[in-house]
């Protein structure tokens, strides 16, 4: 039997396509992502303000860096650096050029390597992109792993050894033994878990510091969390149609942090949904642990 609590709405950021939920421990400050509104923004609970960056082009997913002036750039077409306090984006690298397709969800495994993903950009879509690891050396790799139209939920257990990662318009969740030396090899992919009700495909996800995984459920209302095995044990009730991504955050890191999204929802549905796109939060029984940090730095 699951647990269900409810979450409330924490800033109405009226993003477009509100994503990439995450929580800088050195810092105390939470960022996420406007992707359609081409925005990075960054809130500080202390003082309960926000502030925005204007991006080249749309911003997708991002990791923070072991180096605190920058942070890692997942943008449409292409990997970047960018410097916090020069606002200066640097190229590190190209995605999928040649392909109708960008980045889409990344987080860092826990040796200090960024993992992400792409989507077709087109209608229907359809299972062109890829998963992809941009290594410490700023090498980039393709990922042996089935091509996804849209790439979603990457996380990775406590001990850096499995990978979890979806293919949201299947509606289930998968996971594979990852390899925690430099080589990082991938063996074992198999189905996690399979969203079970109605209405929902799996989004972003975080990983807790008990191995549980936090799925957000794009079209549920809701952040599902299930077990290590698997299994639903806990659910959050989030009052917007499109919940996003996940993350956690605060001193003790028990405090969810959920992102949304208004796209895809015409005036009606705006009129009965009017914090869509916000950041909500929930307090849990839960922890989660610090984000892992990129390790490669500009050269």
Same mark, same amino acid.
């Given at each position: 039997m699951s647990r269900n609590s409810d979450a409330t709405l924490l800033i109405d950021a009226q993003c477009a396509l509100g994503e990439g939920a995450t929580w800088c421990a050195r810092t105390g400050r939470f960022y996420w992502v406007d992707i359609e509104g081409k925005r990075l923004w960054r809130y500080d609970p202390r003082v309960q303000q926000s502030h925005a960056w204007e991006m080249p082009e749309r911003l997708a997913t991002f990791a923070l860096c072991a180096d605190p002036t920058y942070l890692l750039l997942g943008l449409a077409s292409q990997l970047a650096f960018f410097n916090l306090e020069t606002g200066d984006v640097r190229r590190i690298v190209d995605v999928e050029p040649g392909l109708n397709t960008r980045t889409n969800d990344g987080r860092c495994d826990r040796q200090g390597r960024f993992v992400f993903g792409t989507k077709d950009e087109g209608a229907p879509v359809r299972p062109i992109g890829g998963f992809y690891r941009l290594n410490r050396d700023l090498s980039l790799? &393709? !990922? *042996? !792993?089935?091509? *996804?139209? $849209? /790439? @979603?939920? $990457?996380g990775f257990s406590p001990d850096g050894a499995t990978m979890v990662y979806c293919d949201s318009p299947t509606r289930e969740i998968r996971v594979c033994d990852y390899g925690v030396d430099d /080589?990082? &090899? $991938? /063996? @074992?992919d198999r189905v996690f878990t399979r969203l079970t009700d109605a209405r929902g495909e799996p989004d972003g996800s975080t990983v807790d510091a008990d191995g549980g995984v936090w799925n957000a459920q794009w079209g549920g209302r809701r952040v599902v969390r299930y077990g290590p095995d698997g299994v639903e044990t806990e659910r959050v009730q989030v009052p917007t149609a499109q919940p996003s991504c996940v993350a956690f955050g605060g001193p003790e890191l028990d405090t969810l942090y959920v992102t949304s999204a208004r796209v895809d929802l015409d005036a009606a549905a705006l009129a009965d949904? *009017?914090?869509a796109g916000g950041v909500f939060v929930a307090a849990t029984a839960r922890r989660g642990l610090a984000e892992a940090l990129f390790e490669g730095t500009p050269r």
């Open positions: 790799e &393709r !990922l *042996p !792993l089935p091509a *996804p139209a $849209i /790439a @979603n939920s $990457i /080589a990082g &090899r $991938i /063996a @074992n949904d *009017p914090h």
